[in-house]
Structure formats: C-alpha cells, structure tokens
C-alpha cells in the first residue's frame, strides 16, 4: 500500500464517521508512529465507557452491542453517532465506500 493509501486507511479506521473532517489537517496524522491525535478528556471517556459496558456483562444488565456496531463521539463538534456496519467492517460495502471516499479525499490526502 502507497502512503497515500496508509493516510487514507488510517483515517478511516480511526474515524468510522467523517465526524472530524471538518477540522482534521495535516498535522493530525503522524504515519511513523501511526498515531493520530487525541484530546486528553476523549480518552478518558473511552475508558470510562470500556468500564461501563463492563460493568454491564458482569451485572447482566442493560443493553450490550457488539462488533459491528459502533458508537463514535466527537468532543470538538458535541456529535454523537450510533452505526450498524451489515456484513462487519470488512464487507464488500466497506471496500467500495473506502474507494469511493479515496477517491473524493484524494487532493486533501495529498495535501498531507
């Protein structure tokens, strides 16, 4: 795979919803290191949302999504989004919504 394509696939695993498209740049992404990034109060917030749903499989309460169910939070823009992937993230759409959208992120990616 070319960096641009490494860019790209990046983005979109880290991002399943174009939620910080509006302020990702350039300096987001460091492909060394493959690691984007983040605002500290986003991580505590995963935690506490791993701790919850573990919470949740050991008292049996409450409902449980799994893979290939996401939930996306975006602090910058105050969005929430709950998705369902049909056919998991590796289906067929999936493929041809990573070439479609490559093609349309094509000049911002090579900005980067």
Same mark, same amino acid.
């Given at each position: 795979? +070319?960096?641009?394509?490494?860019?790209?696939?990046? *983005?979109? #695993? $880290?991002?399943?919803?174009?939620?910080?498209?509006?302020?990702?740049?350039? +300096?987001?992404? +460091?492909?060394?290191? *493959?690691?984007?990034?983040?605002?500290?109060?986003? *991580?505590? $917030?995963?935690?506490?949302? =791993?701790?919850?749903?573990?919470?949740?499989? *050991?008292?049996?309460? #409450?409902?449980? !999504?799994? =893979?290939?169910?996401?939930?996306?939070? +975006?602090?910058?823009?105050?969005?929430?989004? !709950?998705?369902?992937?049909?056919?998991?993230? /590796?289906?067929?759409?999936?493929?041809? /919504?990573?070439?479609?959208?490559?093609?349309?992120?094509? #000049?911002?990616?090579?900005?980067?």
């Amino acid at each position: 795979m +070319d960096e641009r394509g490494m860019i790209f696939a990046m *983005l979109f #695993g $880290l991002s399943p919803s174009a939620l910080p498209l509006s302020y990702a740049g350039p +300096d987001v992404l +460091d492909l060394k290191k *493959l690691r984007g990034s983040t605002v500290a109060p986003a *991580l505590t $917030l995963v935690a506490s949302l =791993a701790a919850t749903e573990a919470v949740k499989l *050991l008292t049996g309460k #409450g409902e449980i !999504r799994f =893979a290939p169910h996401v939930f996306q939070i +975006d602090l910058m823009n105050q969005k929430a989004v !709950r998705k369902y992937y049909l056919f998991g993230m /590796k289906s067929f759409v999936q493929r041809i /919504k990573k070439k479609f959208m490559l093609g349309i992120m094509k #000049g911002r990616i090579q900005e980067l």
